[in-house]
């Protein structure tokens, strides 16, 4: 079992940035990819943001691209979002995610908000 643990959400003016950091409760590396999902307000799905690799590459949505920086830390088993240049639409839960390579198995983190609001 894989326990996530958010950090850094909060209240940010539009324009400004914020970094969220995920720890897991197991080591991350070499097994999982780790990612981020966001649920907008009165949505009922998540939306991928960000993932990156066990070996760093890394993907992005389109609307995030060039905004947010995913990273990770094999040796502390964290994962980190830098969001920059953040607006209202960004308004949502983040949430960390970690997925096995080879079991596919997923689990999630609680949660963090993020609110993009002057």
């Known amino acids: 079992q894989v326990q996530l643990v958010e950090s850094g959400g909060g209240l940010v003016q539009p324009g400004g940035s914020r970094r969220l950091s995920c720890v897991a409760s197991v080591s991350i590396f070499p097994s999982y990819i780790m990612g981020w999902y966001r649920q907008f307000p009165g949505g009922k799905q998540r939306e991928l943001v960000a993932?990156?690799?066990?070996?760093?590459?890394?993907k992005y949505s389109e609307v995030v691209k060039g905004r947010f920086t995913i990273s990770r830390d094999n040796f502390m088993n964290t994962t980190d979002l830098q969001m920059n240049s953040l607006n209202p639409e960004d308004t949502a839960v983040y949430y960390c995610?970690?997925?096995?390579?080879?079991?596919?198995?997923?689990?999630w983190g609680p949660g963090t908000q993020v609110t993009v609001s002057s």
């Open positions: 995610n970690a997925q096995h390579t080879l079991t596919k198995r997923i689990y």
């Open positions: 993932y990156i690799t066990m070996g760093g590459i890394t």
